[in-house]
């Protein structure tokens, strides 16, 4: 079983990630992944490309055909046309009710997973010690503050290794945000760079040929 500390890390972890990305963006993410698999959800997509794209053919064909010389062809395709307009718009309320119900299942699941797990881990293992701090190394009260609330004196309790775990996850996150945006930017001076010196190549170039 995995340790305690490695548990309550890699939770924290997930929560900075779920933060950093954005709920919306992971539910819709989710959604899409959703509908790949063979679902009566996934065919009510299917269903409703294909009749938005009927929509537009007869659109199009009623846009070309006229309603006075041709008037039977015309009403034809205006039958046609309301009726799959009313199926699409009946299909895009059973696919709007569908996707508000996955995104609430996935938003409740996703918050019992995170922060929920959190709060059961802080409230089961509140009295239990995640390390033990050797005896002198710490002023008694912080002492106190490492074992809040109810963890044994001398130790370092749950809530406040989850806050350690939250606090380096943030500074690594930022770091490595930082070391990106600093190697795109490199990259894209040195692109330039490049483009400058060729161009200056290029005219010393058209002077030697002219000389």
Request: proline share 3%; glycine share 8%.
């Amino acid at each position: 079983m995995p340790s305690l500390l490695l548990i309550v890390f890699i939770l924290q972890l997930a929560i900075h990630l779920v933060n950093t990305i954005g709920a919306n963006a992971i539910n819709e993410l989710l959604w899409t992944l959703y509908n790949k698999l063979p679902t009566q959800t996934s065919i009510a997509v299917q269903e409703s490309k294909t009749l938005r794209a009927d929509i537009v053919r007869l659109r199009t064909e009623m846009n070309t055909t006229s309603s006075q010389d041709e008037f039977a062809k015309w009403a034809k395709l205006r039958r046609n046309y309301d009726k799959v307009v009313a199926k699409h718009n009946e299909n895009a309320t059973s696919l709007k009710s569908s996707h508000t119900t996955f995104t609430r299942t996935v938003s409740t699941l996703r918050w019992l997973g995170t922060n929920g797990l959190r709060l059961l881990l802080q409230f089961w293992f509140a009295k239990r010690p995640m390390f033990w701090i050797p005896q002198g190394w710490v002023p008694n009260y912080v002492a106190w503050l490492l074992a809040f609330p109810r963890a044994p004196r001398g130790s370092v309790s749950v809530q406040v290794w989850g806050i350690a775990c939250a606090t380096v996850v943030v500074m690594v996150g930022k770091a490595v945000g930082s070391g990106w945006v600093l190697l795109v930017r490199r990259r894209e001076v040195g692109g330039r760079e490049g483009v400058r010196m060729g161009a200056a190549a290029g005219g010393e170039g058209g002077k030697g040929k002219e000389l």
